[in-house]
């Protein structure tokens, strides 16, 4: 239990510093969606292309199924 209680304690004091520039902070968020769509996109547009109908016998919904469960263990990573 006083282990929560530190890592909140840091967490909030992590946070109080990433705000203080409210900028930055919006600046990275965005910076994130960025990159999160340009992936979506390069995946479909690569799938769905002609020249392309799957990647080793891999779907288009295979793909982004792939895609999308290697980015939930890098937002864990990035909210610890």
């Known amino acids: 239990m006083r282990s929560i209680a530190i890592y909140s304690a840091y967490f909030a ?3 109080k510093a ?4 409210k900028v930055d902070f ?3 968020i965005l910076a994130n969606v960025l990159v999160t769509v340009s992936g ?8 769905d292309g002609d020249a ?4 080793g016998g891999w779907s288009r919904d295979e793909v982004l199924f792939i895609y ?3 980015m939930i ?3 864990v990573f990035g909210m610890l």
């Not at 990433?18 to 520039?21: C, G």
């Not at 979506?40 to 799938?47: A, E, K, N, Y």
């Not at 392309?52 to 990647?55: A, D, I, N």
């Open 73 to 75: 263990s890098m937002a």
């Open 18 to 21: 990433r705000l203080a520039y």
């Open 68 to 70: 999308g469960y290697s």
């Open 13 to 15: 004091q992590f946070l």
């Open 26 to 28: 919006i600046g990275s």
């Open 52 to 55: 392309v109908g799957s990647l």
């Open 40 to 47: 979506l996109l390069f995946i479909v547009f690569l799938i």
